[in-house]
């Protein structure tokens, strides 16, 4: 049963355009959510996050939305640029207690096309 | 700081053999999680510790085993290796209260 889902494997944008990255979550439970960029052979670093009570969170060109009733958050890249080309993780926590245990998505693959 | 460091990078394991993966950080970060992550899919917590002497299973424990004697240290150790747990590991850590994880590079393990 997957709780947090992406169901986009994949994206390709151009440089300069917007890039919307989406996640699905089933679990109601959860109060703080989180983008990670995972380049090859690295290991996946935090980029932004939001809580349950806000609804968006903006960090320079990244801008994260949280619509609690559809139960579904948004990643906004603008402009893109090549280097932003990578594999994005959506993350929730909040089911675990204290444990700060977090649920990962399947991950897009955004490609940034100069 | 060097953050979170894990070794070896990569390894090749035949089947029933065992191994420790190593994992470090250097940020006095109370927990640690072991993730592991198989192609297209997302990462799947193994085992996960709040303290030293404290550790507890996630999501897929089956097959690991891990310690924690130190706040820095957290080895996961396969015991008789299969080839269900070929797959890409990473270490983290974050601290108490933190909901950001901070990751380790990754082992690639491949069981022949």
């Known amino acids: 049963d997957q709780q947090v889902k992406q169901n986009s494997p994949s994206l390709s944008v151009q440089e300069g355009r917007i890039s919307i990255l989406n996640c699905d979550y089933t679990?109601?439970?959860?109060?703080?959510f989180l983008w990670y960029k995972k380049y090859p052979a690295e290991g996946p670093t935090f980029l932004i996050s939001?809580?349950?009570?806000?609804d968006k969170n903006e960090d320079g060109r990244f801008t994260v939305f949280l619509n609690k009733s559809a139960k579904h958050l948004s990643l906004h890249i603008v402009p893109s640029q090549p280097g932003d080309s990578a594999v994005y993780f959506c993350a929730a926590s909040g089911y675990g207690g204290a444990t700060n245990k977090l649920i990962f998505g399947t991950g897009t693959l955004l490609a940034v096309q100069p | 700081n060097a953050g979170v460091t894990q070794t070896p990078k990569f390894r090749i394991l035949k089947i029933g053999q065992s191994m420790t993966l190593q994992c470090t950080q250097d940020?006095?970060?109370?927990?640690m999680y072991w993730y592991r992550q198989d192609p297209g899919m997302g990462l799947k917590l193994i085992y996960y510790?709040?303290?030293?002497?404290?550790?507890d299973k996630g999501e897929v424990p089956n097959g690991y085993n891990v310690s924690r004697s130190t706040t820095e240290d957290f080895p996961l150790r396969l015991e008789l290796a299969a080839p269900s747990q070929t797959s890409v590991y990473f270490c983290?850590?974050?601290?108490?209260?933190?909901?950001?994880?901070?990751f380790g590079p990754g082992t690639r393990l491949t069981v022949l």
């Open positions: 940020m006095n970060h109370n927990y």
């Open positions: 939001i809580s349950s009570i806000k």
């Open positions: 510790s709040v303290g030293a002497g404290i550790t």
């Open positions: 679990n109601s439970m959860f109060d703080y």
């Open positions: 983290a850590s974050s601290r108490q209260g933190g909901n950001e994880q901070f």
